[in-house]
């Protein structure tokens, strides 16, 4: 749909809102979507199965196989 992948580094607030977020939502891992803007970082939505292409193409890792880890160590 014409987005696009960025590396930047999240300041402390915005970790912190991402983490919150998902894990007000329930989930162990979640794409977490938010904009920035002049009175801090707003959560626009909260995906359960993100897109994985974006991210591996712009940071060169293998986010699959790490998620796939995290279940694994994390599954009852």
Known sequence: RGGS???????????EI???ATKAMGLGVA???MLQS???PLVLE???SPGLEGIEAATGT????KIIR???R???
């Open 74 to 76: 994390n599954v009852q």
């Open 46 to 48: 909260v995906n359960s």
């Open 18 to 20: 991402a983490l919150i």
């Open 5 to 15: 992948a960025n590396i930047i580094e999240l300041s402390k607030e915005e970790e």
């Open 38 to 40: 002049k009175n801090g």
């Open 62 to 65: 293998d986010i699959a196989s």
């Open 31 to 33: 794409g977490v979507d």
């Open 70 to 72: 995290y279940v694994e």
